[in-house]
Structures are given as C-alpha cells and as structure tokens.
C-alpha cells in the first residue's frame, strides 16, 4: 500500500493553535487541541522555524506551494512531516457550495427520469403510474429474514409472477446495504412520476432531495446507472412480457442430501435451458456472421461489467461460518476470479473498445442487476445462490471470456459463433464442478430450503437469459459502437 505523502493534501493548512519562540530563542513552543509540542531543527533560526509555522496556517502560503513542488527546503520538509504525525495538519474543509451542487445534479437526474418515463409509457401510462405505487410499497418493506427468503413471493399474490418487480425488490435490497442514498432517489423518481402524470402520492410527497452528507465515498456514476435500472424496470413492469418466462419447478417434498438435491438442481438447469430456448443475442449473431461487429463488442462490455464485480457476488459467502472444506472452497474461487476483471479488460480493448470508455460506458440495466441479484442471494439465501452458480458457470449462451484467447480476438471478432447448446456442455459436468464441491459437503438440506433454492436458481437463469435478449436489442442497432447511458438507452443505443 502507497505511504502516506505530505504533498497528499489538496489544500494543506495547520489545526487552529498558537506558537512562540522559547526561552531558548531556538526551539518553537506550539499549543493546539490543548496540547504543547516543541519544535527545533539544528542549524536553523528559531525565527524563521517560527515564521513558517505561522505561515502554515493559510493554505495558499508559499511553504505548501514549496513543499508540493519539490522545491522545499528540506528542514521545511522535515517540519511538514513531523507536523502531520501529530496530526496537526488538516486539508481546508469542502464547501458547502460542493455539496450544493451535488444535490442539484441529482436534481437533474430525477427530472430526466420522470420526463423519461413520461415520454416512453405512452398509452400504458396509467399501468406504469400503478407499478410505481406498488414499487413504493415494496420500498418500504422491511427486508426478509436470512435463510427464508422466497424470489416467488415478491409483490404476491396480485404481482408475484412478474419478473421486474422481482428484480427490482432485490435491487432494492441491494441498494439499501451497498448504497443507501439511492433508496430516497428511487422514491422521488416513483412519486415525481405519479404526481407528474396527475395522481396523488399518500405521505410527504416528492419534496426536496436532502443534500448529500458524504462526498467522494461512493461513485457518482452509480447513481446513473442505478435510475435507469429504475425507469427501465416501471417501463417493463406493465408488459405482457414482463411475466416469468420460466417458473420453479415441483417442490421437494422432504428433507434430502447436498447431493441429491445437486442431482435435482442439475436436471432443473436442464429443463430451464430446453424452456427458456435460444435467446435473441445468438440467433441474431447467427443470421449476420461478421456483419455483428458491434453486437459481439457490446457482448464483451458488458461481460467486462459483470466480471470487474465478481468478486463481490463471492464476499457475502465469504463471511459466514462454513465448515472449513466449504470455507476453503470460497476463497479459492475468490482467488481465481480477481483475476477475472483484468483479463475481461484487455479482450475488450482488443476488440476495439477504447479503455477509457470501459470506464464511462454503464451496464445495461439488466448486467447490473446481474450482480446485484446474485450478491443479494449471497447473503439471503446461500442454498440458491450456491445453485445459481451453475448457471453462471454454465453461461447460458454467454461465450467465457477464457474460450476466446487474447492471439485470438481480433478475428473472433468478425467470425464470432455462439457456443454449443448449453445443456450439452453442462452434461460433460466441468461448467457445474464448482457447485459439486460445495453440495457434496452439505449433509442435508430440508424442503423448503430446496424450494427456495431452486427458485432461485430459475431467477437467476431468466435473468441471464434476459439479459442477453437486452445486449441484442441494444447494440444491435448500433452501426457504430455507442455507450449505454441514462438517455443514450432510450434513444436507441
């Protein structure tokens, strides 16, 4: 880890204290925080010692500016050092003029939002003004009991096959651990809308978005990307195609071995692949060949979004109190995939993808409650999240980064195929090995635990299935690669 440097400071300047010379006429008496510290440097006027720390004082003295420089004496270096190991330099305070700000930026992301919204519900208006009161409700929720957490019972019985809702509450549980200034966003964006589209909002209303206390802690950019994963779900929420595509499957009557229920699961992943079918990504790439230039990038992009998370889908396992072959297998598996990110990287960039759009580009709404969803279940029901990792291993039409070697992407990217049937892959067993690993080792699992885990696990299929449907509808379109953002979605890509 980089030492700390005085030079780190923005706008370096001393605590509030007092100082003078000593009897001595050499050493500098300082008292800050009621405390006195003695100061003294051989071969140095206690004059021009005392000067300095005066100066210290103004941020914009010409020490600091020496000091940043490089042009520093270094008796004044030493001084610098030692004052900040005391703790007695602080960097000037941010304004309020900063936070301010921030608050009006967010001002103007939830006014885009709601005229968003406004503009594409269309005729099914009055439908997405009822799914943002339901939203509502469901943020206000308490958040479920670990190890009892069900996917199916989201917003039932009235909305509990639909599948946006269902993302949307685990975003929300997502957002209310990992970024909780998100939540009252959300809530205006929702109100704003119903009060826009002339319906009364119970409570408080919209009001005025609190200014941010925190600054530089968590990424602005979230923000974005975390509304328009909100606006895309209440467009969604009202369609006929927003009902589960693949529902669980007969319950488990009785209690049965990690084993077993892997054998279950196994032929469950199975059936889900043979029902949810071909996903609008593969056979789009199969009908134009190399004509899918900017499809195929767009595929690796948001892979790349998916892998520079992973490990944080890993963590919430990390932190439960597993027998030690279990414990052992989590962090090797966390091990392998920090290395995951890096790599994702280089083949995009390979493909022609310029890094610094890596950086700007957000996920498609979907990708990232990818991940979001998946660290959720970590944490809520680790049954199902150990049995959706066979899907994720298994890839569901996703080509692995590691089947495309780094000599090889420039020409995969004009001759990219879709990789064989994915139940025939998962018949070999590699793609579901780390799932045995962990199964073999759970003596017995009760039925309700296998029912929400295979509920789980058809969530997560559906979703990655989802998924790549929205890599094909987005970036399909696109003659020239484009990235994702709040308007840039809405506007075709």
Request: with cysteine; aromatic share 8%.
């Amino acid at each position: 880890m980089e030492a700390r440097r005085i030079n780190q400071y923005r706008a370096p300047q001393l605590v509030p204290f007092s100082a003078r010379l000593d009897e001595d006429g050499q050493t500098v008496v300082l008292a800050a925080d009621s405390n006195e510290y003695k100061l003294a440097f051989k071969g140095v006027e206690g004059g021009r010692v005392l000067d300095s720390v005066l100066s210290m004082a103004n941020p914009g003295a010409e020490i600091w500016f020496d000091i940043h420089s490089g042009s520093a004496l270094p008796w004044q270096l030493s001084l610098a050092r030692q004052l900040d190991e005391l703790s007695l330099i602080r960097d000037a305070p941010a304004g309020r003029s900063a936070l301010e700000m921030r608050r009006l930026e967010q001002e103007s992301l939830i006014g885009r939002c709601i005229e968003l919204l406004r503009s594409d519900s269309g005729d099914s208006g009055g439908q997405c003004v009822a799914t943002a009161r339901v939203m509502l409700h469901l943020l206000d929720e308490p958040p479920p009991a670990p190890g009892a957490f069900f996917i199916d019972d989201v917003a039932a019985p009235e909305w509990g096959d639909n599948f946006a809702l269902q993302t949307f509450y685990l975003q929300k549980l997502y957002l209310e651990d990992n970024l909780p200034q998100l939540i009252p966003l959300w809530r205006r964006v929702l109100t704003g809308f119903i009060e826009a589209s002339g319906g009364a909002v119970l409570g408080s209303g919209t009001g005025r978005v609190a200014r941010p206390d925190v600054l530089g802690f968590y990424c602005p950019v979230q923000e974005e990307s975390y509304l328009l994963c909100l606006v895309d779900l209440v467009l969604q929420a009202p369609c006929a195609g927003a009902r589960r595509r693949l529902h669980g499957w007969t319950s488990p009557a009785a209690a049965d071995s990690g084993v077993n229920f892997m054998r279950r699961a196994r032929q469950c992943l199975q059936s889900g692949i043979e029902a949810l079918g071909e996903s609008r990504f593969a056979r789009q790439v199969e009908e134009e060949g190399a004509e899918a230039g900017s499809l195929v990038q767009g595929l690796f992009i948001e892979q790349y979004h998916v892998s520079r998370r992973f490990a944080e889908i890993i963590a919430p396992l990390m932190t439960r109190r597993m027998r030690l072959p279990m414990k052992q297998h989590v962090h090797r598996y966390f091990q392998e995939e920090l290395a995951r990110e890096v790599y994702g990287r280089s083949v995009c960039e390979a493909l022609g993808v310029p890094s610094a759009w890596l950086d700007q580009a957000l996920p498609l709404p979907l990708f990232q409650a990818y991940v979001d969803a998946f660290t959720v279940l970590g944490r809520y029901d680790p049954i199902g999240y150990l049995a959706a990792l066979m899907a994720f291993e298994c890839g569901l039409g996703m080509k692995g980064l590691e089947e495309m070697g780094p000599d090889g992407v420039e020409e995969a990217r004009a001759a990219y195929r879709t990789p064989p049937r994915r139940d025939d892959a998962c018949q070999e067993g590699g793609c579901a090995a780390l799932p045995q690993l962990f199964f073999r080792e759970i003596s017995l699992l009760g039925a309700a635990a296998q029912r929400r885990a295979l509920g789980s696990l058809a969530y997560m299929m559906e979703l990655e299935h989802r998924a790549m449907d929205q890599v094909a509808d987005f970036y399909h379109v696109q003659e020239t690669l484009d990235m994702c953002s709040l308007d840039g979605f809405y506007s075709g890509g």
